[in-house]
């Protein structure tokens, strides 16, 4: 899918440059002022135009006609113009070669992030046994109780374009931001854009139960140095220039450059590098001296989490009070025990938090340190190995913490 990306992305601009030429060519000067406020609103309407094609994105073409309102030049006319033209062409270009799986949504500055749309399922729509569950899936619901019809998750991990986040194909993923650096340049792109959080993570393995429940194949990916530790010959293409498995550099690869089996759904217009590659931060979960502390909606303030009074204690399990001293370990999620007084949290299942027998099938480690705060990484990176996969979590580090092996991911709304 990267390369018909880079293609159509190619044809466009062929496009444009020509649609450009013959602008220029009847446009030389700007006579007066009234000229000027002419062409003014006729580029504002163009990027109503563009708004209408995606309305989610109505907003940040509106601060696009803002800053046309500021032209003073032909020159300046024509280019804001052509940009808006060929992001048109370019959404619509997303969306035909995505069949509708995957759209191209618009930022406060005019760059592009694929996404892919997930639209809104129940629990028993996924058809997983033993799924205690039921209705609308957490994700889908607002604060209000009222349900979204669907919600849209970055194609690819967060890159770094214009010197902004960028959910692009074929780049290296941005590390080295701390949790607090990658939700506010994450919010800061405008557009309803923001990292990734703990409600649309469960959302997407969900989804990953619901193909495994019908034939489907876990996804795997870069866990081994720009290979999948479990199938070698599955590789992506390195950012450093190196082959697979050389154990120097980074081992990070280009986002989307790996086989469709590692997309969460095994499909060209999955969510890609879902397993590994590079830890995520994840918006909406933490722990405090041991206790989880959760949102109890997607995108709630952190400010309004939920203390929930269950905890991790020494021994790998959940249990209803805090540890007596600071532990820090790790083994599979799904071998996490429970306390004989222990009451389950439904909320903390259904994120995928607390582990339930339906769940435990998924692969992943689960790191943690109850000393202090510690913010929400998941899924693991290029050198987790078998500890990588959807349910890999890691709360043992601060939010302070930045590395070679960290970065995020951009959704859609909330």
Not at 309 to 321: D, E, K, L, P, W
């Amino acid at each position: 899918m990267s390369q018909e990306l880079i293609n159509s992305v190619n044809k466009l601009t062929d496009e444009t440059s020509a649609l450009l030429q013959e602008y220029v060519k009847g446009n030389t000067v700007l006579q007066n002022s009234a000229a000027m406020s002419e062409i003014s609103a006729n580029l504002a309407a163009n990027s109503a135009q563009s708004a209408a094609i995606h309305d989610q994105s109505a907003r940040s073409h509106a601060d696009r006609a803002r800053q046309i309102a500021n032209i003073e030049t032909v020159d300046q006319a024509v280019a804001a113009a052509m940009e808006n033209e060929r992001a048109a062409m370019l959404i619509n270009a997303i969306k035909v070669i995505g069949g509708g799986k995957i759209e191209a949504v618009v930022d406060g500055f005019g760059a592009w992030h694929v996404m892919g749309v997930l639209p809104a399922m129940s629990y028993e729509q996924l058809g997983i046994p033993g799924c205690p569950f039921t209705g609308i899936i957490d994700e889908f619901r607002r604060a209000d109780g009222t349900i979204k019809p669907l919600t849209r998750i970055g194609i690819y991990m967060s890159a770094s374009v214009s010197g902004r986040l960028a959910s692009q194909p074929g780049l290296t993923p941005r590390v080295d931001l701390n949790f607090d650096e990658f939700r506010d340049q994450s919010a800061a792109l405008g557009g309803g854009l923001h990292l990734l959080n703990i409600f649309q993570n469960a959302l997407v393995n969900w989804l990953i139960l619901g193909y495994m429940a019908n034939g489907g194949q876990a996804p795997r990916g870069n866990a081994e140095w720009g290979r999948a530790h479990d199938a070698i010959s599955e590789v992506g293409i390195r950012g450093d220039g190196r082959i697979s498995n050389d154990r120097t550099g980074s081992g990070l690869t280009l986002t989307g450059s790996g086989p469709d089996s590692w997309t969460h759904d095994g499909t060209k217009t999955g969510i890609t590098d879902w397993v590994g590659n590079a830890w995520e931060w994840v918006d909406g979960l933490k722990m405090s001296g041991g206790e989880f502390v959760v949102a109890e909606y997607s995108g709630q303030p952190e400010s309004e989490w939920l203390r929930t009074g269950r905890y991790i204690n020494a021994g790998h399990v959940f249990s209803m009070t805090a540890p007596p001293s600071p532990v820090a370990s790790s083994a599979r999620w799904g071998s996490f025990g429970k306390t004989s007084d222990y009451v389950g949290h439904e909320l903390l299942q259904r994120l995928m938090i607390e582990p339930i027998d339906c769940t435990k099938v998924l692969n992943g480690n689960f790191w943690y340190n109850t000393d202090g705060e510690r913010s929400l990484l998941a899924r693991a990176s290029w050198h987790g190995g078998a500890g990588a996969g959807p349910v890999a979590l890691s709360l043992s580090h601060p939010r302070s913490l930045r590395g070679g092996s960290i970065g995020g991911r951009l959704a859609f709304g909330s």
